[in-house]
């Protein structure tokens, strides 16, 4: 803690017997155990900060020279041939699909997330709330290739229905349209795994703020005769808005980055299929194509190519994660 | 943050208003059907809600264990490899996959515990200033770092650029950068709790500070701190993707750290995972299940060690 300076200074003034306290016997003061490990500590520190500078320097230095070889715009081109003397990439096509996938994932897991936080701390019968707490957070224990293989085998074949009624009966709105993907590995359908996987981060971080609300606000809104919803509505999901904020934004990165279970579900396009809006399209995020072609890293062009699309991932969850802090120390201002 | 941390007392913090969601009189009268409505509704919704949260997950649990159980009751699962076993064929065991997914996992670990440690040490007992801003600034960018960027970068300075191979090392040094934030987070937390009093007393009999901290700080959190660590490993074992670039899979028991492949759980099961062959797909939902039961050993002797032994204020 920062007010206890903790460096043990002996004691100027003699003791009873005429020496100075700690001299007499000849007990150190530790200065030196004190510098090592203080040292050690301090280190540990800096190696983490090296460790962060290191990976985005890397990354940079890898991408840097891919980069400058391509010969199509990286942000804006549809294209992903990195092969050969002329490469030709850009990244907007995953930029799209991660984009859409983790939104809906958003869009569900959010109010579901709040709902079942609101579950454990207001609703649930008392002992239910630990039970119900600790199932929930059995989902985040999950292994994420195990979502992958259940969204694959199980709960794909079942999701495709829901797909084919959305594009008879909505398939005018251009996000619903028909498109060559038959099967499950649709932009939606990954948004709907991702929901699940971050369900667990959404409950866990609105549950923390909803338990904080001040038992005066609670008290005071059931006093004036509010309704539990109401007291609910005026008391604990003001108080709570910041914290569900960053925890949707600690969520959406988790949803971006998200490899393995994204990479195993979605249908990859060829190249050249023509460009659709349709959620019920497939596609690959940046984490999918990269883990896609782990097999490919054969020349330092083509591994570029792919870190390049990684750095992006890397600065878009940055961001994300950024904001969600600033959310949280704000917050955190407001009520010390 | 890591979502599975360790459960605030939900119970103890709750408020529970008696009565105002049933009719009654409040200051202001009758309350009118439309609110009570409202509020009936919005009960449903939240109950709802819950039950479509544990859907998927009795769904998944269902699913792996179903699917996947037959083969664990064999004994020839937990002593035998691959090797040798076609998709065609039954038999054979996941030994070499759990064997890889542990020793992966205790190397990251080795690594990553004492630096994630006193870097929380740092943050709490030492830094100011500064220098303890940016390291906690860097640890909140290391929780964000997607796991396919950590196999990326360990990717391009192992390979690319230091020119080794592909090895089971590697991988354990993608994950060291996936496990150091959880751990550090959930160390911080626990250091934080431990009441200044402790350690001023301590200063107070002259033990120097970093005895203070080794005999009388640590120890305090310690089993907050291993509920951390079991945590946080249990994400990492987990973890597929940097895997997918770093850890190709094999079917045979590999030891070596630094040659040859070695074959992990999670890459076992992405290996079949699009395999129609009937005894390939057994293997698949029984590693996803073997997977599960490892990491939820992992979780529960983690709260347990929590509950046997909180920091008390």
Redesign the interface.
């Known amino acids: 803690?920062?007010?206890?300076t903790?460096?043990?200074v002996a004691d100027e003034l003699p003791g009873p017997d005429g020496r100075a306290p700690?001299a007499g016997d000849g007990?150190?003061?530790?200065?030196l155990?004190?510098r090592?490990?203080?040292g050690?500590?301090?280190?540990?520190?800096?190696?983490?900060?090296g460790?962060?500078t290191?990976?985005g320097l890397?990354?940079l230095?890898?991408a840097i020279p891919a980069l400058a070889g391509n010969e199509a715009n990286f942000l804006t081109s549809r294209e992903w041939r990195v092969s050969g003397d002329h490469p030709r990439f850009g990244i907007v096509e995953m930029l799209w699909t991660t984009v859409a996938a983790s939104s809906i994932a958003l869009v569900i897991s959010v109010?579901?997330?709040v709902?079942?936080a609101?579950?454990?701390?207001?609703?649930?019968p008392?002992w239910l709330?630990?039970p119900?707490?600790?199932?929930?957070?059995?989902?985040?224990?999950?292994?994420?290739?195990?979502?992958?293989?259940?969204g694959?085998?199980?709960?794909g074949p079942t999701f495709v229905p829901v797909q084919e009624w959305l594009t008879a009966h909505l398939g005018w709105f251009p996000l619903f349209s028909t498109t060559s993907i038959s099967g499950s590995g649709t932009i939606l359908f990954i948004g709907v795994v991702l929901a699940?996987m971050v369900?667990?981060?959404v409950?866990?971080?609105s549950?923390?703020v909803f338990?904080?609300?001040p038992?005066a606000h609670?008290?005071g809104a059931?006093a004036?005769?509010?309704?539990?919803?109401?007291?609910?509505r005026t008391a604990v999901l003001p108080f709570g808005r910041p914290g569900v904020i960053s925890a949707s934004m600690?969520a959406l990165?988790r949803a971006?980055?998200?490899?393995?279970a994204v990479?195993?579900i979605v249908s990859a396009l060829s190249q050249g299929t023509p460009w659709t809006w349709s959620l019920l399209n497939g596609g690959e995020t940046?984490?999918s194509r990269?883990?896609n072609n782990?097999a490919e890293?054969d020349s330092?062009q083509k591994?570029g190519a792919?870190?390049a699309a990684?750095l992006v991932?890397?600065v878009l969850?940055?961001v994300?994660?950024?904001i969600a802090?600033i959310v949280i120390e704000r917050r955190k201002a407001f009520t010390e | 943050m890591s979502s599975v941390s360790t459960a605030p007392d939900v119970t103890s913090s709750r408020v529970q208003p008696r009565g105002p969601g049933s009719p009654m009189l409040s200051p202001l009268g009758r309350q009118s059907r439309g609110r009570q409505l409202r509020d009936h509704l919005a009960r449903i919704l939240v109950w709802l809600a819950f039950l479509v949260a544990l859907a998927p997950l009795v769904w998944i649990l269902w699913s792996v264990i179903s699917q996947g159980y037959h083969l664990l009751l064999d004994s020839g699962w937990w002593t035998h490899s691959q090797k040798g076993i076609t998709a065609r064929r039954e038999g054979g065991g996941a030994v070499h996959a759990i064997q890889g997914t542990l020793l992966q996992g205790a190397v990251t670990a080795a690594i990553s515990v004492p630096l994630a440690v006193l870097t929380a040490i740092y943050l709490v007992e030492y830094g100011r200033g500064k220098l303890a801003r940016t390291v906690s600034f860097m640890v909140d960018i290391l929780t964000g770092i997607p796991s396919i960027v950590a196999g990326l970068f360990i990717y391009a300075v192992w390979v690319t650029t230091l020119g080794f191979q592909r090895v089971a090392f590697a991988v354990s040094l993608s994950l060291v950068l996936l496990m150091i934030p959880t751990v550090v987070r959930s160390t911080e937390e626990m250091l934080k709790l431990v009441p200044n009093e402790l350690r001023e007393a301590s200063y107070a009999l002259g033990v120097p500070k970093w005895k203070t901290i080794v005999k009388v700080v640590l120890p305090t959190a310690f089993s907050g701190i291993v509920t951390g660590i079991l945590l946080g490993l249990a994400r990492v074992m987990g973890e597929t993707a940097p895997l997918l670039i770093l850890g190709p899979y094999t079917k045979s028991i590999a030891t070596d750290l630094f040659g040859g492949y070695m074959a992990t759980l999670p890459t076992m099961i992405n290996q079949d995972r699009t395999e129609s062959l009937q005894p390939a797909v057994d293997r698949v939902w029984a590693a996803a299940l073997t997977l599960i039961i490892l990491i939820l050993i992992l979780n529960l002797a983690g709260r347990l060690v929590a509950r046997l032994g909180s920091v008390r204020k």
Do not use: C
């Not at chain 1, 007990?27 to 200065?31: D, E, I, L, V, W």
């Not at chain 1, 050690?40 to 900060?49: P, S, T």
């Not at chain 1, 004036?224 to 609910?232: H, V």
């Not at chain 1, 971006?256 to 393995?260: K, P, S």
């Open positions: 803690m920062a007010s206890v903790g460096v043990s700690l007990a150190r003061t530790g200065r155990g004190d090592l490990f203080g050690a500590a301090v280190g540990a520190g800096l190696v983490v900060i460790l962060v290191l990976i890397f990354l230095w890898k109010p579901v997330g709902a079942v609101l579950f454990i701390t207001h609703y649930s008392r709330a630990r119900a707490a600790n199932l929930v957070d059995l989902l985040a224990a999950v292994p994420s290739i195990v979502y992958g293989l259940w694959l085998r199980t709960f699940i369900l667990p981060i409950t866990a971080l549950r923390e338990a904080q609300t038992v609670v008290e059931l004036l005769g509010a309704t539990k919803w109401e007291m609910i600690l990165g971006l980055g998200e490899t393995i990479t195993i940046f984490a990269i883990a782990a890293f330092p591994t792919f870190i990684g991932l890397f969850t940055f994300v994660n950024a802090r």
